[in-house]
């Protein structure tokens, strides 16, 4: 007589999780494919009014091998503004330059949150996104000493209720890498620096069961900010410092002082 014999205590081959994966791949030069060409910068232009004059692209977006998006920045202003009207203004276009979001560095909100931690650089981002009624706030954290990771937060609003995240750099790792954690404490994702790239390029995965359009576009600003941050945290403790003294020139720029007004204001 046959039989089968089963023996316990067998472990169970857990299913993989899936990813969704894309690249953020920046360039060193200002010489890229998308802008050779005399008449480039025109046609960029008439094909969105977000894109000014002064923009200046620098990155794309890559599923697989296919271009899904192009970053790009107000370079006027980041290179030749001067105190607190010095801002970095990044956007995020579609494969036909439609605008889909844009990352802007709050000198306002930066210098009262680098105050409020004695002088520590606390840069603070607005971000908005296409078709999304919420303006996201993406800050470093105050919360950093020498040797300890640098660590970003924001959230999204979403149909479901807000969803909050945290973005922490990697302690053991040769290039800027950081992990995506929940407001459960999970890890949801990481952004693998390539340092080979000169620009700079990461690799982002995200559990695919956790992603959704506007995480993938905040996380994809996110790595084009990188590109900045050194400069821009320097840029906001020189501001700090100027207050300190008495010799910084307090006069915003337009555009932010519109993100700050009420909207219960009377009109």
Known sequence: MAFTATFGGAEETKAKPKYKTFKVDLWATDLNPTEIGIMKQTQHE??????????????????????????????EMWKTGEGMKRRLVLKLFSEGMHWRGTAELLMGRSL???????????PSYSVN??????????????????????????????TKGPRFYRLRRNVIGIGADYSLYDDRGRKIGKLDHRIINLGGSWIVKVDAAESYAKLEAVLQMFCALLKFNGAARRHVAKEVEQLHLGRAVRQLDTQERNLYLNPRRRR
């Open 112 to 122: 009262q949150l680098s105050i409020g931690a004695k002088g520590t650089p606390v």
């Open 129 to 158: 996104i296409s078709r999304h009624n919420q303006i996201i706030q993406l800050e470093r954290s105050a919360q950093k000493w020498p040797l300890f990771p640098e660590k970003f937060s924001f959230f999204i609003d979403t």
């Open 46 to 75: 008439a094909a969105s009014d977000q894109f000014t004059k002064d923009m200046e692209i620098f990155g794309q977006i890559k599923d697989g091998r296919e271009r899904t998006g192009i970053l790009a920045y107000r370079k």
